[in-house]
């Protein structure tokens, strides 16, 4: 899971702040996570189409996804054409054509490329696991409505924003009509919920190496069981901040 590859820091795609910069993975780092990923998994990026079906199952697969829509989609998108690869993009539809974030002709182009475009959401809410079940539906309804209509396809995949997972989040999407959802968990096992396919992701971070990225594409152990153990304390202190959660750990970011 990747978020905004920037060609420099401060380059504005995206959401801003410290939280969000901690995900902004430069363009250069970014071919050198290109490079060692295709040296170690010897196989091009899968795609969620690969997994949705009868008895689903990962195998060898691996999979390049991109979260929140920023402006820095379309180079990245470029890149991995160039290279005969395609990733998953998905985009909060009510962001498409603000400052920072990808446009419409942007969306049109990214599937163009042969990339998968999914539902982020359709305005990002934190967290969006609070949200009641109706809101929950416009969420994930709205925004593939809207995605399907600029593409001229369905769009049946979706990730959850922030990491807010919950039973009820994926049951919405299912009813929405998503097929699949990406969640942050790190974790290689899918599971399903009402039909609709879950598959957890590695996060990477600005601070991730080419050497981790590449064993977690592979399937290595290592760098997802570690990943694991801080995402379970992260979850935990998300289960007791409640919405306060983030303005808690944006306050310590900046102050950091």
């Known amino acids: 899971m990747y978020h905004d590859v920037v060609a420099s820091s401060g380059q504005g795609s995206g959401f801003q702040g410290s939280g969000a910069e901690l995900y902004a993975v430069g363009a250069e780092q970014f071919r050198d996570h290109r490079d060692r990923i295709e040296q170690a998994t010897g196989a091009p990026p899968s795609t969620v189409d690969a997994l949705v079906g009868d008895k689903p199952a990962l195998g060898d697969r691996w999979m390049l996804t991109f979260d929140d829509g920023g402006a820095s989609a379309i180079a990245a998108g470029e890149e991995l054409a160039r290279r005969g690869w395609r990733g998953h993009f998905f985009i909060v539809t009510d962001l498409v054509g603000t400052p920072r974030f990808v446009d419409w002709d942007g969306v049109r182009a990214l599937a163009e490329q042969g990339h998968t475009i999914g539902s982020h959401s359709r305005s990002h ?99 997802w069981l570690s990943q694991r153990a801080s995402w379970s304390l992260r979850k935990a202190a998300k289960r007791a901040g409640g919405r306060h959660y983030e303005r808690l750990r944006r306050a310590l970011l900046e102050r950091g």
């Open 125 to 223: 809410p934190q967290p969006i696991s609070g949200c009641s079940w109706d809101q929950l539906l416009d969420e994930w309804s709205h925004s593939a409505e809207e995605l399907s209509e600029a593409i001229g396809r369905p769009v049946v995949t979706g990730s959850i924003p922030g990491g807010y997972y919950s039973p009820a989040v994926a049951r919405a999407a299912a009813a929405a009509g998503l097929k699949s959802l990406f969640t942050s968990e790190p974790v290689q096992t899918l599971r399903e919920i009402d039909g609709c396919l879950l598959i957890g992701r590695y996060a990477v971070r600005r601070d991730t190496t080419a050497e981790t990225a590449s064993a977690a594409a592979a399937g290595a152990a290592r760098p």
